[in-house]
């Protein structure tokens, strides 16, 4: 028996039912289904459009089904195709013709587009709920490691002295506007499609309006069949989900490096790590290097749904059952990702001199002397090319360039005196970068403190 037994002479072939079927993974869809077909009948209840008497016992039986769903005891059926009509034949079998009402100016189409909403809408709730833990993990290694120094890099290249702190900062931030995109998907996509039907709305007077307050929704669609064909809803959730993915994946690589032996900044908790099965002094940073390998198949999940999507006419096509196992691998990847991250941030241990020893070469403060060299109303191209050629100077003579004495540095750079020295101190060049967003101790505090207010009252 199918649910369109009526034009149908022949069962479906089994491969066929097999091939199409998705209650295999759309069951986890079974609380927003059920919640919005209670919205649904207790609407048509409500407009008169089935009796109430009905509408009540199709409510009271789909919170039935729940629990039973729930205790593992309700038998999932592959020939009934999907959650949808799972649980619509579990009303038919339980409820005869009562069952058979709860279909009314209802559609498969609008159905699932509605349930994946909803669906997506408290993901991204919890979501948003692991990005502020990270973020707090994040700010109180920041604060607890907040006088650290070391290189900041480009191009992998040590570059100038920063503080470790406004490096982890910076992923606050980055992780900060990934929330904001999440909220930002959420308002679009927090529209009721029920009541477009298939494709072109129903003849029936239903209410709308009153479903959707009722799922909370803050608005309805105003095109039937734009609601029915969309899912820029999950391609915009997944995108969100990628550019998270680019941080994390960024943060994995940083950690990575940091851990290794040629760098030796930081270690893991043995926790957080693995060893080899092989090599008995092994310590990896399994966690880091499985978010950088998961990066890929979040991003899959995205161009998936995208090319998926992109020849379709309007409206409903059955390719678009194809949106849902890569919107589920990417919410489970993202979840365990930030769950599993939180707590290693939290632990991790910062080697201070092996940081600041790299920190401290005075090749990193030639930047400081160019802006000295500015102070004293040298225009900055000439001031990069005079420090230039200290540098140069040095490297060809294999000298360190505050080994020089007075004379030697004022014979390369005239405008030089005793003050140049005390520039190739990496504290006093963090400190003297002071404007906002940069390095300096003041301003990191300051940022530590935003964020820690900032967090606090949306935790
Ligand atoms: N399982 C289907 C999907 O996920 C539900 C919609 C089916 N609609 C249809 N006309 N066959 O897309």
Redesign the pocket.
């Known amino acids: 028996m199918t649910l369109w037994d009526g034009r149908f002479n022949q069962k479906p072939d089994e491969l066929v039912a097999k091939f199409s079927e998705?209650i295999s993974f759309?069951q986890r869809l079974y609380a927003h289904d059920i919640r919005g077909s209670i919205a649904h009948v207790s609407m048509l209840g409500r407009c008169r459009i089935i009796p109430e008497e009905d509408a009540k016992c199709i409510i009271n039986e789909l919170n039935n089904i729940r629990c039973e769903i729930e205790s593992g005891t309700f038998q999932f059926d592959e020939r009934y195709?999907?959650i949808?009509m799972n649980i619509e034949n579990a009303l038919l079998d339980r409820l005869g013709d009562t069952g058979a009402k709860i279909h009314t100016a209802r559609?498969?189409?609008d159905?699932?587009a509605t349930d994946t909403r909803l669906y997506i809408r408290d993901e991204i709730d919890q979501i948003s709920g692991l990005l502020i833990h990270l973020k707090s993990s994040l700010v109180g290694v920041a604060e607890k490691y907040s006088h650290v120094i070391m290189p900041g890099f480009t191009h992998l290249q040590h570059a100038q002295p920063v503080l470790f702190s406004h490096h982890l900062l910076a992923y606050v931030e980055m992780l900060h506007r990934d929330g904001c995109r999440l909220t930002d998907c959420r308002k679009r996509l927090n529209q009721l499609p029920l009541g477009s039907g298939?494709l072109a709305g129903t003849s029936l007077p239903i209410n709308r309006e009153v479903v959707a307050s009722e799922l909370k929704f803050d608005s309805i669609t105003q095109n039937s069949m734009d609601a029915v064909s969309d899912r820029d809803y999950i391609i915009e959730f997944l995108s969100a989900a990628s550019i998270i993915m680019v941080h994390m994946s960024r943060l994995s690589e940083d950690i990575i490096y940091w851990v290794s032996q040629e760098c030796s900044f930081v270690e893991l908790s043995d926790t957080f790590c693995t060893g080899s099965s092989l090599m008995p002094q092994k310590k990896n940073p399994d966690v880091a290097e499985l978010t950088r390998g998961k990066t890929g198949r979040v991003y899959g999940n995205l161009l998936s749904v995208l090319t998926m999507m992109k020849g379709l006419p309007l409206c409903?096509n059955?390719d678009?059952?194809e949106?849902?196992e890569p919107l589920f691998d990417t919410i489970d990847t993202i979840k365990l990702i930030l769950s599993v991250y939180s707590p290693m941030i939290k632990n991790i241990r910062v080697d201070e001199s092996i940081m600041k020893n790299a920190a401290s070469d005075p090749f990193l403060m030639a930047t400081d002397l160019a802006e000295w060299l500015v102070s004293k109303n040298v225009p900055f191209r000439t001031a990069h090319k005079k420090v230039g050629s200290l540098v140069g100077y040095c490297q060809a003579k294999d000298i360190s360039p505050d080994t020089l004495n007075l004379r030697q540095l004022k014979d390369l750079i005239p405008e030089c005196n005793e003050d140049c020295f005390s520039l190739f101190d990496p504290e006093k060049s963090i400190a003297s970068r002071n404007v906002t967003g940069a390095t300096s101790g003041e301003q990191v505090r300051k940022q530590i403190e935003f964020w820690k207010t900032e967090l606090d009252v949306n935790y």
Do not use: F, I, L, P
């Open positions: 998705s759309d195709e999907d949808h559609s498969r189409n159905q699932v298939a409903y059955r678009m059952q949106d849902k």
